[in-house]
């Protein structure tokens, strides 16, 4: 396209459509604007919302901080865009550039940005689902509706699945007040995160907390009563708990749906992009007029062996949502590819927990600072003998130096010594992650350089 | 002789404008002289030591020659403990946590924003009582007593025993600045003794206090039931010690370098005049412009660090130049332009990470409320001198005095 | 009503907001952040402070007041 005015022409009166109006979308409908972007713009979303921001949903909102119903995402700019709201995209057709919408319309593009992220997995019984007080969390919906059944003082509330979004609830109901109890298929709370070591200590927060805490097990069934209520569950241990409310928080599922027989390289596992967000199409060819970014997306990542990595990372959607959007404004050379370091948050039992890179990959973990016990630590995670990820439990404020050391590809495990270094922190420990997936020694790039404008990235070819 | 960069940089005689020193100090990202601390003065190499978990901020990890470089540390243990702001965690963290119980979120977050209608009377009292508007001494009528008249109320020290105190505090700041020229041995005694006498006037003050509570800082924090239990009295001397004298020697300067840098911007003061909310913007832009801790002398290196191509051996000690760091044109457009609408000022001001200034809130409000208000009353405010006579402190660096002249003083 | 949100990748736990802002933000232990993402217009002025004063710069605040006209269905 080089110079030939396409881009030119692309910027002053192209036509960019954007499903999926939550927060990639919305960033990225504001990155290009910010870009120049002077063109026809649509955000097309199937829920009837101006765009709202998640995390408040498993936190301030269950805690009465913050209501469902206002959680609308703020405007960083004006972005002058035809909202198609309540509407869902039901397909696409790659060569005529059209997407398809359930009421029948069509809307053309010359870019397509895809953020239609993902949805709570349903409980797989879809009559048990349906009970009356048997509920998910992904939406302000699923929110407002968990925050009346609250409201309505359940006698037992019991959480499925300890991932990040489950363990947030079972705090926020603890605070509350109400009886609680949470039933993990793995050992222990956040283990498929963050591994075994520090899943230990996630579970004996809950524990103190006053969680009813059940690892190791299944909700085989729930059982409700005449009116169709929820009345207890049972576990694959033969026991059964009663509950008035059930959240079932087992993961998400990808919204791809939509694109299957269109083309393009979408599937339950995400649309698999390039580094700069643009997708494939099934033949494994990328596409240069469809991006793809957020939690929808799988982009292989530089620093990380070129994996394909999906991340459902609030701050993951919002640098791919910018990356898109610059790339498709610009020149192939002056694209740029998505290399920031991931990093995430969870707040539960009353401690900040950060993570940044990727603790999962990690095989073996180390305690830098701080200590297990005191709830208060870095936990560093290595892989192949360099720094991978890393996780703070209230010590947020040393995490940018881990950071820098996964852009670093600095060896673990680390030798020096840090303030507060303890006795547990001498040797590294397996991380204890229930399946590790492992990638294949591959080749290794390194970030160098601290000022925004002079990031590189060098590459170190395997031997 | 020409003076070495560091000499020229602690000598008194460029206090005005060490500006340019720092520009050229900045050269040399990582700059040692012989023997000396490593000094550090680029924006994002300072950011990242400040979260460098193998940085120290308790000298007593220096090795060798370099374990008391320029004097003073090693005595004042004899007096006092070391407080948390030259402590490591996990003590740091206890004794900060335990120190912020009584004065911040989560326990107790309605403290300093409850403290904005007496923050207002007393700035309006202290501009109501200046002598002769046509011409005062900023620093003795304003800068000075307000903020110490604050951190007396919030711990609950009389402010009759400002006079006394004054001194001490002075005499310790002093001794903060790394004057390569002042004979160190002489000046650690100095500075033993008025942390030994300030510490015997807090101890009788904390045992009134232990006795007869009130809603004062000093009181909560000597009666303190919280999850980490009460501090030892040693604990708690220091952490008071360090609250006076940071309440003391800090502020101030913000304030009259503020002032300063307002009659020197004039247009800059109509607007204030005009737009009080701009105060807001503008106390962070003066942290970056004008910041009254030029410098961080007192880090240590725990194991070997590389950066920007120096590796630093384990046990040395580091100094971050914040006054430089806030100027690096790789991180601010147009460094040395003061601009109260600059977007992002990140400014190294406040320090950063766990050491972050405790204090940093109340700053900000005090220092709003003084610049908004001394904009709005003054009537035609003139600079008398400029530049004024600086303190010789180089750490805490602002005006001894600044004469200012009005026409007069609205209400 | 203004709309804000953190960026609590960013945040730190300074706490500077919740010092300054205590009826918006919260700290929720030692360093985790509760805040109501709509604010009450009453309370901007604080707010604003609150957002200058976070060091590292987390706090995203309204920039337009136009809200998203939902045109659903039709064109
Ligand atoms: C309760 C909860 C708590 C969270 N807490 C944290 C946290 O603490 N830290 C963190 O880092 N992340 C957290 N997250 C994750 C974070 O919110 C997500 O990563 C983020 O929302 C991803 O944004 P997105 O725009 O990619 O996708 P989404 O926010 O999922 O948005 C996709 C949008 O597209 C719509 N859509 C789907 N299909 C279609 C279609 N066919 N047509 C039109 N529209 C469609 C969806 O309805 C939705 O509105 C949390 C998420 C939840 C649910
Ligand atoms: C404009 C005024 C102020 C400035 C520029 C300032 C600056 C700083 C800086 C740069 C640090 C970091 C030191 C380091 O990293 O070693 C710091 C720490 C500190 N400040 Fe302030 N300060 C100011 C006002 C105050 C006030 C009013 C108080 C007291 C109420 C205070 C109390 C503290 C304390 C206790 C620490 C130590 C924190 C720790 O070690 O955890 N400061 N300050
Ligand atoms: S001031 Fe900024 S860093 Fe501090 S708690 Fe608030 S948002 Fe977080």
């Known amino acids: 396209m080089g110079g030939d005015g396409t881009l030119d022409r692309l910027k002053r009166k192209g036509r960019i459509v954007v499903v999926g109006a939550s927060l990639a979308g919305l960033r990225a409908a504001e990155t290009l604007r910010d870009k120049g972007f002077a063109g026809s713009l649509t955000l097309v979303g199937d829920e009837p919302y101006e765009p709202y921001d998640r995390p408040p949903l498993s936190k301030g909102v269950l805690l009465g901080k913050a209501s469902a119903d206002r959680t609308a995402l703020p405007r960083l700019r004006n972005v002058d865009a035809k909202w198609r709201l309540g509407v869902a995209a039901t397909g696409l057709d790659m060569g005529a550039r059209r997407v398809r919408l359930a009421d029948g319309d069509e809307v053309p593009y010359d870019r397509l940005l895809i953020a239609t992220g993902v949805r709570a997995r349903p409980w797989p019984h879809e009559g048990e689902g349906a009970l009356d007080g048997v509920i998910v969390l992904r939406t302000r919906d699923d929110s407002a509706a968990l925050s009346r059944m609250l409201a309505a003082g359940p006698r037992r509330v019991l959480v499925i699945g300890a991932g990040f979004t489950g363990s947030e609830i079972a705090s926020a109901c603890r605070e509350r007040g109400h009886h609680v109890t949470v039933a993990e298929r793995a050992a222990a709370p956040l283990v498929g995160a963050l591994g075994g070591v520090v899943g230990a200590v996630a579970a004996e927060l809950q524990r103190e907390h006053g969680v009813d805490l059940r690892t190791g097990v299944m909700v085989t069934a729930l059982d409700g009563d005449a009116a169709g209520r929820v009345r207890s569950a049972q576990l694959s241990d033969g026991s059964s708990v009663r509950a008035d409310v059930v959240i079932v928080s087992l993961g998400a599922t990808r919204n791809t749906e939509w694109l299957y027989g269109s083309g393009l390289g979408a599937g339950p596992r995400g649309i698999a992009c390039d580094a700069g967000c643009r997708a494939f199409d099934i033949r494994g060819i990328v596409t240069d007029d469809i991006y793809a970014a957020g939690d929808v997306a799988r982009c292989p990542h530089p620093l990380f062996g070129y994996q394909f990595l999906t991340l459902e990372h609030w701050g993951n959607a919002v640098a791919q949502a910018e990356i898109a959007a610059h790339n498709m404004l610009s020149e192939s050379v002056d694209r740029v590819p998505h290399m920031e370091v991931p990093s995430f948050w969870s707040s539960q039992f009353g401690i900040n927990i950060k993570s940044v890179g990727v603790p999962s990959m990690g095989t073996e973990i180390l305690i830098t600072q701080g200590s297990l016990e005191s709830r208060r630590f870095v936990g560093v995670y290595g892989y192949q003998g360099r720094v991978i990820g890393a996780v703070g439990f209230d010590s947020a404020r040393w995490l940018p130096f881990y950071q820098e050391q996964i852009e670093a590809a600095a060896p673990f495990p680390p030798e020096f010594s840090t303030v507060d270094r303890r006795t547990d922190g001498q040797r590294p420990v397996d991380a204890d992650f229930p399946d590790p997936s492992v990638p294949t020694h591959g080749p290794t790039v390194t970030l160098s350089g601290y000022a925004p404008d002079d990031r590189r990235m060098t590459f170190v070819p395997a031997h | ?411 | 009503m203004v709309r804000i949100a953190v960026d609590l990748n960013r945040c730190q736990g300074y706490a500077q907001c919740a010092f300054l802002a205590p009826e918006t933000f919260a700290m929720h232990g030692e360093e985790a952040l509760l805040y109501n993402p709509e604010v009450d217009e009453a309370h901007r002025e604080k707010l604003l402070q609150a957002a200058a004063a976070c060091p590292v710069q987390a706090i995203l605040v309204d920039a337009v007041d136009v809200p998203a006209k939902a045109v659903s269905g039709g064109r």
């Open chain 2, 1 to 411: 002789m020409t003076l070495s960069l560091l000499h020229q940089i602690l000598d008194y005689s460029n206090r005005s404008n060490p500006y340019p020193l720092y520009e050229e100090l900045r050269k040399t990202p990582v700059y040692r002289e012989d023997g000396g601390p490593y000094v550090v003065s680029t924006y994002y190499e300072i950011r990242s030591l400040f979260h460098d978990p193998r940085i120290s901020s308790d000298t007593r990890n220096r090795t060798g020659s370099a374990a008391d470089p320029l004097g003073g540390d090693s005595h004042e243990e004899a007096a006092l403990p070391p407080s948390f702001l030259k402590l490591d965690p996990p003590e740091h963290d206890r004794l900060r946590r335990m120190t912020n119980r009584p004065f911040g979120p989560p326990h107790s977050p309605h403290r300093v924003d409850g403290m904005r209608p007496e923050l207002r009377e007393i700035i309006t009292g202290l501009i109501d009582g200046i002598s002769d508007p046509s011409r005062f001494d900023l620093v003795e009528e304003v800068s000075y007593p307000f903020p110490v008249t604050v951190i007396c109320r919030l711990l609950g020290v009389p402010r009759e025993d400002e006079a006394r105190f004054h001194v001490w505090a002075d005499t310790l700041a002093a001794s903060l600045d790394p004057d390569p020229d002042a004979d160190s041995a002489d000046r650690g005694k100095v500075a033993n003794e008025a942390r030994m006498q300030l510490g015997m006037y807090l101890a009788g003050l904390i045992e009134e206090r232990r006795k007869n509570p009130g809603d004062d800082m000093l009181s909560q924090l000597a009666t303190a039931k919280g999850e980490d239990g009460p501090m030892t009295t040693m604990e708690l001397l220091s952490t008071a010690a360090l609250l006076l004298i940071a309440g003391h020697e800090t502020t101030v300067n913000l304030i009259t370098n503020g002032m300063l840098t307002l009659l020197r911007h004039p247009d800059v003061l109509k607007r204030l005049r005009r737009e009080p909310g701009l105060a807001v913007p503008l106390v962070e832009e003066l942290l970056r412009y004008e910041p009254p801790v030029q410098l961080v002398p007192q880090r240590t290196t725990l194991a070997e660090i590389e950066i920007r191509g120096v590796t630093i051996p384990k046990g040395s000690p580091v100094w971050l130049v914040l006054a430089a760091g806030n100027r690096d044109p790789q991180r601010f457009k147009d460094p040395d332009r003061f601009d109260p609408d600059r977007p992002d000022v990140q400014h190294l001001g406040l320090g950063s990470g766990i050491h972050s200034c405790f204090g940093a809130p109340l700053a900000r409000l005090e220092t709003q409320f003084a610049l908004s208000e001394l904009a709005r009353r003054l009537e035609k405010p003139r600079l008398i001198e400029d530049p004024p006579p600086y303190r010789q402190n180089a750490v805490l660096r602002g005006p001894r005095q600044l004469h200012i002249a009005c026409d007069g003083i609205r209400p």
